[in-house]
């Protein structure tokens, strides 16, 4: 084997190395939340949620409003679920004719 081939395989070894690395560091999986529990599949299909902050979420008599949408999501509906981690998260169709649509939406418990 010539000095060149241990060069090269080396290297490819070094890649190797660092594309796993980057890869080991890289964003949250999209079906994840940033703290790391899994977004239900039926919510999300692995792409359609996220994490909102506390002001994008308002609650009014007739149920929680996604203000950038003003859609109402009624507190005893279905979609609405509690948030693992005590924040909000909502999901929603990001494309297409029922874009901004809600499908689930991640709510604190009153308590947290």
């Known amino acids: 084997m010539s000095h060149s081939g241990i ?5 490819v070894a070094a890649l190797s190395l660092f594309a796993a690395a980057a890869f080991a560091a890289s964003p949250v999986d999209a079906h994840q939340a940033p703290t790391g529990w899994t977004y239900p599949w039926a919510c ?3 792409m359609d949620c996220q994490e909102v902050e506390d002001k994008s979420v308002s609650e009014k008599p007739q149920g929680y ?9 009624a507190y005893g509906d279905k979609r609405v679920k509690n948030s ?3 924040e909000y998260h909502w999901c929603a169709h990001q494309a297409g004719i029922d874009a901004g649509h809600t499908i689930c939406l991640f709510v604190p418990p009153k308590g947290f």
């Not at 060069?7 to 290297?11: E, H, I, Q």
């Open 44 to 46: 999300c299909s692995n």
């Open 84 to 86: 693992p981690d005590g």
């Open 7 to 11: 060069v090269s395989n080396a290297n």
């Open 65 to 73: 409003v996604i203000q950038s949408t003003g859609e109402v999501v």
